[in-house]
């Protein structure tokens, strides 16, 4: 199996690019016009934005497929195909809407259904390729490449879209909709042509496991059974609950307790994604020093996307804590400098964690990483449809317990900060060695971490 290269690499950046453009188009533009320009209640496109997470616990089950058949264009495809569908449908619900609103609303449902799978499917095996074709010491860059590759999707496709869609109408709405949805289509089959080449002829083990074709429940169940793979789900729900629960609460807290007008609570969020994307990029040129320096001892760790998940969240917890400061404190707090640094640590912790997704997904049972990734996946979709819930709930909790609005935000900021220290303990257990004597038969230690090629060899020499 050829390695990737930047160039490969970067056209599944536009598969990201196409994903990002459509769900941004579906879950923040039809949410604005619903509850806008048709006077809905905010619930129904909240009700709408959290099935289509929660149909993604269909991710480990679409990537078991890819597994079994052992080619991950087609589910890449046909995920698209059918997030297009779904994202075009959804338009056409929403401006039915203004007609008939039970009918309008009906038919949405259906289509955020549909954006999930198509999400789930193109997403999940959009990352085994990665995990499978790109080098260890390209992961970190590779992760941030693909990332912001889809966040640039998400920023032109609302540059644009927002041009066409003035001034509003419903027709204009559809034709967009269906536009994006076409463009985004016909980027992924151009993108993806010919890209997988040699991965499609299977190697001796690859070729045992398919024989088997194991049914889905076994292999989850498998990959459940594994102690890493099992640690690593938990992590990434926590810390995704961590991450996605300020969302929410961010611009409410700076205009509540700062006084901010809308504009300038606004413009935070530019700060926040500023700071995410140097975070990326600092874990990105680490990765790549810390492969050129890995001859010598006290540099080759510059790059490890371990130590930059468990640093990423530990950061992130110390920002949320200045803004619990800050929530104490009031105006006097710089609550710019603030959320500019929790962006870099939310983003350094991302990519660190994106990397070890990559680099975790093919350890275990052989012919399992798309299992995995889905498993991984569907617990990153539930814990985004839940922490935005829970951070929400929180606050308004805490507003009836405590009477100083800034006090509350502040009790809500601390619980998150406290996550993402629980997360960091979390990350920190994820891959730990094991001694020699306490490696079983399959490669896994009883303490629960996997040992990996390279203690197994220990291990056969000690053997004799």
């Given at each position: 199996m050829t390695p990737f290269g930047w160039p490969s690499i970067a056209r599944l950046g536009l598969v990201q690019a196409a994903l990002g453009a459509v769900v941004m188009l579906t879950t923040s533009t039809l949410n604005r016009v619903m509850v806008v320009e048709l006077a809905l209640p905010?619930?129904?496109?909240?009700f709408l934005v959290a099935l289509h997470y929660l149909v993604q616990v269909a991710r480990p089950r679409m990537g078991h497929g890819s597994d079994v058949g052992g080619r991950r264009t087609p589910w890449i495809v046909g995920g698209m195909a059918v997030l297009a569908i779904g994202g075009a449908t959804a338009a056409l619900a929403t401006a039915w809407m203004a007609?008939?609103?039970?009918?309008?609303?009906?038919?949405?449902?259906?289509?955020?259904?549909?954006?999930?799978?198509g999400v789930s499917s193109s997403g999940t095996a959009l990352l085994v390729m990665l995990a499978k074709r790109v080098p260890a010491g390209r992961r970190a860059a590779a992760a941030?490449?693909?990332?912001?590759?889809?966040?640039?999707?998400f920023a032109l496709t609302a540059g644009v879209a927002g041009q066409l869609l003035d001034p509003y109408a419903p027709a204009r709405l559809v034709a967009v909709?269906?536009?994006?949805?076409i463009f985004a289509m016909?980027?992924?089959?151009?993108?993806?042509?010919?890209?997988?080449?040699?991965a499609t002829k299977p190697t001796r083990a690859t070729a045992t496991a398919h024989q088997h074709k194991p049914a889905f429940r076994d292999a989850l169940a498998q990959v459940w059974g594994e102690p890493v793979a099992r640690r690593f789900t938990i992590f990434v729900f926590v810390s995704m609950v961590a991450y996605s629960a300020q969302d929410l609460i961010l611009e409410p807290f700076s205009g509540t307790v700062f006084g901010l007008t809308p504009g300038a609570s606004t413009q935070l969020?530019?700060?926040?994604?500023?700071?995410?994307?140097l975070g990326m990029m600092l874990v990105a040129v680490a990765g790549l020093l810390g492969q050129r320096w890995r001859a010598r001892p006290l540099l080759r760790h510059v790059g490890s996307l371990r130590a930059w998940t468990i640093g990423g969240c530990i950061a992130s917890a110390v920002a949320l804590f200045g803004l619990t400061i800050g929530g104490l404190v009031g105006?006097?707090?710089p609550l710019k400098t603030t959320i500019f640094c929790l962006g870099a640590a939310n983003g350094a912790f991302s990519i660190g964690a994106i990397g070890s997704m990559m680099r975790l997904a093919s350890e275990g049972h052989a012919s399992r990483e798309g299992v995995r990734m889905g498993l991984w996946g569907a617990a990153q979709a539930i814990a985004f449809g839940f922490g935005g819930l829970v951070g929400a709930a929180a606050t308004d909790l805490a507003r009836l317990v405590i009477a100083a609005p800034g006090g509350a935000y502040a009790a809500?900021?601390?619980?998150?900060?406290?996550?993402?220290?629980?997360?960091?303990?979390?990350?920190?257990r994820i891959g730990q060695p094991v001694g020699s004597a306490q490696v079983l038969k399959d490669g896994y230690g009883r303490r629960g971490g996997f040992t990996g090629d390279r203690d197994m060899r220990v291990v056969h020499a000690e053997q004799g």
């Amino acid at each position: 199996m050829t390695p990737f290269g930047w160039p490969s690499i970067a056209r599944l950046g536009l598969v990201q690019a196409a994903l990002g453009a459509v769900v941004m188009l579906t879950t923040s533009t039809l949410n604005r016009v619903m509850v806008v320009e048709l006077a809905l209640p905010a619930l129904l496109p909240g009700f709408l934005v959290a099935l289509h997470y929660l149909v993604q616990v269909a991710r480990p089950r679409m990537g078991h497929g890819s597994d079994v058949g052992g080619r991950r264009t087609p589910w890449i495809v046909g995920g698209m195909a059918v997030l297009a569908i779904g994202g075009a449908t959804a338009a056409l619900a929403t401006a039915w809407m203004a007609s008939n609103h039970g009918a309008g609303i009906a038919l949405a449902a259906f289509a955020f259904v549909l954006v999930g799978l198509g999400v789930s499917s193109s997403g999940t095996a959009l990352l085994v390729m990665l995990a499978k074709r790109v080098p260890a010491g390209r992961r970190a860059a590779a992760a941030t490449l693909v990332w912001m590759m889809m966040i640039a999707g998400f920023a032109l496709t609302a540059g644009v879209a927002g041009q066409l869609l003035d001034p509003y109408a419903p027709a204009r709405l559809v034709a967009v909709s269906v536009g994006v949805s076409i463009f985004a289509m016909v980027l992924t089959l151009v993108a993806v042509y010919k890209l997988e080449g040699d991965a499609t002829k299977p190697t001796r083990a690859t070729a045992t496991a398919h024989q088997h074709k194991p049914a889905f429940r076994d292999a989850l169940a498998q990959v459940w059974g594994e102690p890493v793979a099992r640690r690593f789900t938990i992590f990434v729900f926590v810390s995704m609950v961590a991450y996605s629960a300020q969302d929410l609460i961010l611009e409410p807290f700076s205009g509540t307790v700062f006084g901010l007008t809308p504009g300038a609570s606004t413009q935070l969020s530019g700060v926040q994604h500023a700071g995410v994307l140097l975070g990326m990029m600092l874990v990105a040129v680490a990765g790549l020093l810390g492969q050129r320096w890995r001859a010598r001892p006290l540099l080759r760790h510059v790059g490890s996307l371990r130590a930059w998940t468990i640093g990423g969240c530990i950061a992130s917890a110390v920002a949320l804590f200045g803004l619990t400061i800050g929530g104490l404190v009031g105006p006097g707090w710089p609550l710019k400098t603030t959320i500019f640094c929790l962006g870099a640590a939310n983003g350094a912790f991302s990519i660190g964690a994106i990397g070890s997704m990559m680099r975790l997904a093919s350890e275990g049972h052989a012919s399992r990483e798309g299992v995995r990734m889905g498993l991984w996946g569907a617990a990153q979709a539930i814990a985004f449809g839940f922490g935005g819930l829970v951070g929400a709930a929180a606050t308004d909790l805490a507003r009836l317990v405590i009477a100083a609005p800034g006090g509350a935000y502040a009790a809500v900021f601390a619980l998150e900060g406290l996550l993402f220290v629980a997360s960091a303990l979390l990350a920190g257990r994820i891959g730990q060695p094991v001694g020699s004597a306490q490696v079983l038969k399959d490669g896994y230690g009883r303490r629960g971490g996997f040992t990996g090629d390279r203690d197994m060899r220990v291990v056969h020499a000690e053997q004799g």
